[in-house]
């Protein structure tokens, strides 16, 4: 089976990273070589800059912000990402591409013109064969996370960052109906596992089948 690609995206409090790892645990349990990895972040490299962009040090403005995301992205294409896929591995990212258009697109407010160029040689134009985007309004998104406590940089931002974020994540979801398919994390845990591996399962056999 050729590799596969597959991207979880939402809101603050979505719940994408516990689903993302109930997800990877599903296919390894079904015979699926998985690798789980997550922006930013992934590599040694994206840690740190993971710990630059979401950590309480100085803040950076939002070019540099875009800039530290997109070069956790090129190192994690070429050292996690593509390797996989050669092997024939099936890729579980908790973000991508999608979250820099809505965080530093919608969130931050900077142009689609900057970030497509510089996301595309970020990426060498590698999209997921296949996303999930976790719907929750970004308002109970924010009353989850702040019952689980912790917050980095961007869960800490205000209502209307988080709002524009969500919008920019409808736009997307709109824009690429083929490849971003909806998932309602409203529901409970259980339920939202089960549409996640629906979905997944269905795109698996039928790129196996393809």
Known sequence: MRGWFITLEGVEGAGKSTQAARLVRALADRGYDVVATR?????????????LVLGDGPAPVPVAELFLMLADRA???????????????VVIGDRYADATRAYQGGGRGLPRELIEPANAAATGGLEPDLTLFLDLPAPSGQ????????????????????????????RQVAAAPDRIKIIDAGADADTVHESIL???LAALEAGRSG
């Open 75 to 89: 190192q994690h294409v070429a050292e996690v990402i593509r390797p996989a896929l050669a092997a024939g591995r």
């Open 39 to 51: 922006e930013p972040g992934g590599t040694p490299l994206g840690e740190g800059i993971r710990r």
């Open 143 to 170: 009353v989850r996370q702040r019952a689980r406590g912790a917050t980095d940089r961007l869960e800490g931002e205000g209502p209307e960052f988080h709002a524009r974020v969500e919008a920019a994540y409808r």
């Open 198 to 200: 629906s979905q997944v």
